[in-house]
């Protein structure tokens, strides 16, 4: 028996603009098997399976306590190909063709997919896809929920010991997101000004760091009274990510410098005057 799955019922504030094509809408009814042919890495030589039966099945990524850091440098362009719930019904999966982030790609890996830090739970270099697991809380605090099948993303890998660090420290963890109020261009370059909560914007400082959807960006002005800022991209980096695709009225992910938080707790927790007693 085909059951019905309802996304929208996530948010408890209703949206002023729904877009038109419904938010994942291909999640709306699950069919219970799926025709597919997959490739399965391993040390021996590729071989084909088709499952036509049988649910996906998917390994366990592997453990690790380290935690995933990145850059804000978007490496690629990838394309969401698929939406669904996932196996367990414990939430939903997303597949995204790319090719660079596949280079040297392992299960339980981190890939940042628009400023969110996902694990890759399925892979395929051959197909040039991966698969992350969305859950019901991701979708609630970012803009993936408005994500659908053809949708452009921003990728990066999770930064090794040894890569350059290129933008600045950014976790992956995304503190909430913005609307888009204009999108202005200056000769070859775009002003993009993004209203969000006073709760983020307190962290947002004019020539600050921020990540917009994953992309490292310079704070150019903050107006406070209209619970904005703004900033600017290059005609370089308009070719690169998916901000000047976007519109006005649609949301980007936002995650301020993690610099600000910690300073901001420090002082509510007494630790100047500590240090001033001692």
Not at 150 to 178: C, I, K, W, Y
Request: aromatic share 6%; hydrophobic share 40%.
């Amino acid at each position: 028996m085909a059951v019905a799955f309802s996304i929208t019922s996530l948010y408890r504030i209703p949206k002023p603009s729904p877009p038109k094509t419904p938010i994942f809408s291909n999640l709306l009814h699950i069919p219970t098997t799926k025709t597919h042919l997959r490739i399965t890495p391993s040390l021996t030589p590729i071989s084909l399976s088709l499952f036509t039966t049988l649910p996906t099945i998917k390994c366990r990524p592997r453990f690790t306590t380290i935690r995933s850091l990145f850059t804000g440098i978007v490496e690629e362009l990838g394309e969401v190909k698929q939406l669904g719930a996932s196996a367990d019904g414990g939430g939903f999966d997303m597949k995204i063709a790319a090719k660079i982030v596949l280079e040297g790609v392992h299960l339980g890996d981190s890939i940042a997919v628009n400023g969110t830090c996902l694990t890759v739970t399925e892979f395929d270099t051959h197909l040039e896809d991966f698969t992350v697991g969305l859950s019901p809380e991701t979708l609630r605090k970012t803009s993936l929920i408005e994500l659908k099948s053809g949708s452009l993303v921003n990728l990066e890998r999770a930064v090794q010991p040894t890569s350059r660090m290129g933008g600045h420290f950014v976790q992956g963890h995304v503190d909430g997101t913005g609307e888009i109020v204009s999108m202005e261009p200056e000769e070859d370059s775009l002003w993009v000004k993004v209203k969000t909560a006073k709760s983020l914007l307190k962290y947002i400082v004019p020539k600050g760091f921020i990540a917009v959807d994953g992309t490292s960006l310079t704070v150019v002005d903050v107006f406070d009274d209209e619970d904005c800022f703004n900033f600017m991209l290059v005609a370089y980096t308009q070719q690169k990510v998916v901000i000047p695709l976007k519109k006005v009225g649609q949301k980007v992910n936002l995650e301020v410098d993690i610099l600000g938080k910690y300073v901001e707790r420090l002082l509510s927790s007494g630790f100047v005057e500590s240090i001033k007693a001692s």
